[in-house]
């Protein structure tokens, strides 16, 4: 953790000394995280470590035990509801099952938040739509109902929808998961355009190292509710740890065990086991 | 001891809870009403979705009052007052009662477990990430249509009761009571006081209910076990605060 801390400006989100358990289960427990503006940083880490509930907790759906998430210099926990929906509008979630609501269809899903934030008159709604559906391949299945898509499909709707106001932070939560090789790297290459071209800042979650490595500028590994490492994806690559190492190339031997604790294997097969 | 004392206190503060739960919802209210597509949505998905039900159970609640009605009153040779007690029977008791029952079993479990989905897929939460007010979008809407939809349904139900299909069929047409007088007595002795508490009844169940089915699924736990706890918790919550509530409605218009 040798990264300097970026200047003041060039941070968007500043989460400090956060700490944050569901009922007496602790999943932080004093963490640092900076999101530099207008880079894409990635969030690794096991699988429920908490990094869902670390967007929800800058998203401020969640309150923290203690510490501060600060978005653009405002403590997104001492908003005034009304104040927090305006923050929100800024920022695009991408939540992980998609979370489309299945009571439109995908057109309707997309065009939700323009209509319900702007006043655009149907047809420019129509246009906007049709280019972010587009974007994420989907223009064909506009008509189609959520029950008739795929997991997959699901999440580039969800995509296309958040980004619909055209914010200036997108969260995506597990982009990658579900999805075939060819739209992995369509979905990989559009988060760094969109983010460059848009000036967006991106925080990208997810499991597939080698892919959310290649676009992100920057990335943290959570685990044990800590920050286990972060850096950049070189620097990462060559993190003394062993237990970083380990997380990174997936192996099953090394510091941490793929198995839950228990009795050993034969003596439990064999039933012996204590 | 302490058990009990537990138990009385988790159900206050439940109660507490759906208070506070219920001013927010009324303070959503006038957003869903500036928005009406949305609550004649809902009023078509809680109302007109109940219709079949409604009707078919007024019919035959009726027939059956009908039949029971004349076997005792024929003894008296007081059959032409069947319409009478058919009538009084259906608008003061059986109509808005038998009508919340049929509501919170067919609209308002239905009601739990659509919000409750809607919780456990994140549906909620995206709402309020998109910086739209889930109380205002999808709690308040439905609760004007449920609080719109019972009296509506109530009134439907005494008309099929005592008139098209139900005591009317049977009194009239099967056995024969004067057509004329069925209809003459019902006219002497209903009053408009009658069906005005009718209305109010039917109007403090559908609020009770509507109540009650969102506040289950709002509050439900986000997992299959949580929402199916909801749909249960609905039924029988509301079943059981229909009956009370028409106890203590009852006992005050009493003259
Ligand atoms: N609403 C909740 N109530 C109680 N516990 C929760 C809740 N949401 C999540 N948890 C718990 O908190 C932990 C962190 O959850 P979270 O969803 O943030 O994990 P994650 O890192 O996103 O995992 P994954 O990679 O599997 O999505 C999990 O172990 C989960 O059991
Ligand atoms: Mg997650």
Redesign the interface.
């Known amino acids: 953790m040798t990264t300097p801390t970026p200047q003041a400006d060039d941070v968007l989100v500043r989460v400090r000394g956060l700490s944050f358990g569901y009922g007496s289960r602790v999943i932080y427990d004093g963490i640092d995280v900076d999101i530099p503006r207008g880079k894409v940083t990635a969030i690794m880490g096991p699988s429920g470590t908490g990094k869902t509930t670390l967007l ?1 907790l800058i ?1 401020g ?1 969640w309150h923290p035990g203690a510490g501060t998430v600060a978005f653009d210099g405002v403590d997104v926990h001492q908003l005034k509801r009304r104040d927090l ?2 923050l ?2 800024r ?1 695009g ?1 991408l ?3 998609g ?4 009571d439109l269809n995908v057109f309707d899903n997309v065009a ?2 323009l209509r ?2 702007t006043k655009l008159p149907e047809s420019i709604i129509r246009d906007l739509v049709l280019m972010k559906l587009q974007a994420v391949g989907l223009r064909g299945a506009r008509d189609l109902w959520v029950s008739q898509l795929s997991g997959g499909m699901a999440r580039r709707v ?1 995509l296309a ?1 958040a980004l619909a ?1 055209d914010p200036e932070m997108v969260m995506y939560d597990e982009p990658f998961a579900g999805q075939d090789p060819i739209t992995m790297g369509v979905l990989m290459r559009l988060i760094r355009t969109l983010n460059d071209a848009l000036g967006l800042t991106s925080i990208v979650v997810s499991h597939d190292i080698t892919e959310v490595l290649s676009i992100a500028d920057q990335a943290y590994v959570i685990a044990d509710g800590k920050i286990a490492a972060h850096g950049t994806p070189a620097e990462l690559r060559n993190h003394a740890s062993p237990w970083v190492q380990q997380f990174l190339t997936g192996a099953d031997d090394g510091p941490v065990s793929f198995h839950a604790k228990a009795p050993d294997y034969l003596a439990d097969l064999m039933g012996t086991a204590k | 001891m302490s058990a009990a004392i537990e138990i009385i206190a988790s159900f206050l503060a439940g109660l507490g809870r759906a208070q506070y739960f219920l001013l927010g919802i009324l303070g959503g209210v006038p957003a869903a009403l500036a928005r009406p597509r949305l609550v004649i949505q809902q009023l078509y998905m809680v109302g007109a979705l109940s219709l079949i039900i409604i009707v078919i159970s007024g019919s035959f609640i009726g027939m059956v009052l009908a039949l029971q009605g004349y076997r005792t009153l024929v003894r008296f040779g007081a059959e032409d007052s069947l319409g009478v007690l058919v009538t009084l029977s259906i608008i003061r008791e059986l109509g808005p009662v038998v009508t919340a029952l049929l509501f919170a079993g067919r609209a308002g479990s239905a009601l739990a477990a659509e919000i409750g989905l809607m919780k456990a897929t994140d549906q909620l939460s995206a709402m309020e990430m998109m910086a739209t007010d889930p109380i205002k979008r999808v709690i308040a809407p439905r609760f004007v249509a449920g609080v719109i939809a019972v009296p509506l349904l109530t009134a439907i139900f005494c008309v099929m009761a005592i008139g098209i299909a139900g005591g009317h069929a049977i009194g009239v047409e099967l056995l024969g009571v004067d057509a004329g007088s069925y209809w003459s007595q019902i006219r002497a002795s209903t009053e408009i006081a009658d069906i005005q508490q009718m209305l109010i009844k039917a109007g403090v169940f559908g609020f009770t209910v509507s109540w009650i089915a969102v506040y289950q699924g709002y509050h439900a736990a986000p997992t299959s076990e949580g929402v199916s706890r909801a749909t249960t918790g609905t039924v029988v919550v509301s079943s059981l605060a229909i009956l009370a509530l028409d106890f203590v409605l009852t006992a005050f218009m009493f003259r």
């Open positions: 929800r998203g759906q929906y305006a929100r509008k920022m979630m939540f992980q099952n979370a489309l609501l299945t939700y938040p319900e934030h969800a929808r106001l």
